[in-house]
Nanobody, 114 residues
């Protein structure tokens, strides 16, 4: 069973930065090119933030130029670097990976104050 554990969330002022990490229990990140980050704000649907899909990297329009997704297969870790944070980025952030099945982490809370 694959386990994903996110960390790096917290409270930050608008304009600040955070880096989220998602560590997998095994070497799944080196076995697939389908992984990414979603977020969900209270009362809203879960939305895609950034993802690797095969040979492409996709970002939500709202985070383009501010967020960067990256991976370190040797460390079994997926990252999300978030810069120039805005209050509307406040949400719980979840990582996922897809290899025959989709696996999700438990989420990490990001709160951006104005």
């Amino acid at each position: 069973q694959v386990q994903l554990v996110e960390s790096g969330g917290g409270l930050v002022q608008a304009g600040g930065s955070l880096r989220l990490s998602c560590v997998a229990s095994g070497t799944i990140f080196s076995s697939t090119n389908y992984m990414g980050w979603y977020r969900q704000a209270p009362g809203k649907q879960r939305e895609l933030v950034a993802q690797f899909t095969h040979d492409f990297t996709n970002y939500a329009d709202s985070v383009k130029g501010r967020f960067t997704i990256s991976r370190d297969n040797a460390k079994n870790t997926l990252y999300l670097q978030m810069n120039s944070l805005k209050p509307e980025d406040t949400a719980k952030y979840y990582c996922y990976v897809f290899l025959r099945s989709q696996y999700w982490g438990q989420g990490t809370q990001v709160t951006v104050s104005s």
